[in-house]
């Protein structure tokens, strides 16, 4: 496989399109954060156009190079392993959250996360009850229903709140709206604005992360800025 000479249709159809916005929208510059082939396809079509790409990093392990063994076991992971790396060999520039990475000689600009001043006089915590909540995407990346799992635990509690937050999914809300149904120390809230997220979090003592990996998770400071002790799994930031 060497240079931009793949023919696939699905893909050649998908390039099309995008062509098709790019010419409508005209961007000056094109942002992407997801690791995927997408972003790869994105990167070919700015550098045909002569357009500035930015890569976000979301986790560190975006930089680590596939093994070729791994990818042999499933072959189509090659092609999208392949314009998943165009993310970084083309980028202008690559944006990291939480410390300096450097992928094909590119070195990445740190900006860390950042959130609103939280108002000191609307953190609100019970001390009679011990609110745990959980905030992310739900992706199998995010492990939510090691979060329900949790809950299940601790089911015959009754000082101890588990509350869900996060956008739907058919597998995993369907697990969270079987754990609200079923258990009472269970409360899943579904997609929730930034807002309403600050007004859990306010009364919220602990934030639960099951991530199998984070680059630097907004809601980690949006949690500290409420002061709200953060349990992270595996997230190094």
Request: no cysteine; net charge positive.
């Amino acid at each position: 496989m060497s240079g931009y000479d793949i023919t696939h249709p699905t893909y050649t159809s998908v390039l099309r399109v995008l062509k098709n916005v790019l010419v409508e929208i005209k961007p000056d510059i094109i942002y992407t954060r997801s690791y995927s082939s997408w972003g790869g396809i994105s990167s070919r079509l700015a550098k045909e156009n002569n357009i500035p790409h930015v890569w976000s990093i979301a986790y560190d392990d975006d930089v680590k190079r596939t093994k070729m063994k791994s990818l042999i076991r499933r072959p189509l992971d090659i092609l999208d392993n392949y314009y998943s790396n165009l993310s970084f060999k083309n980028a202008t520039e690559i944006i990291s959250q939480n410390k300096d990475l450097k992928r094909y000689g590119i070195k990445s600009q740190l900006i860390t996360q950042s959130t609103t001043i939280s108002n000191y006089n609307e953190i609100n915590k019970a001390f009679d009850t011990l609110n745990i909540v959980w905030v992310a995407n739900f992706r199998p990346i995010k492990q939510p229903n090691l979060f329900i799992e949790l809950a299940r635990i601790f089911e015959n509690s009754t000082e101890i709140n588990f509350i869900m937050i996060g956008s739907p999914d058919k597998e995993y809300s369907n697990l969270a709206k079987e754990a609200d149904k079923f258990m009472s120390n269970f409360k899943y809230l579904g997609q929730l604005s930034n807002e309403i997220v600050n007004h859990y979090l306010n009364k919220s003592h602990i934030l639960v992360s099951t991530s199998k990996g984070e680059g630097f998770s907004y809601t980690f400071v949006q949690g500290w800025m409420r002061g709200v002790v953060v349990l992270s799994l595996n997230s190094k930031s």
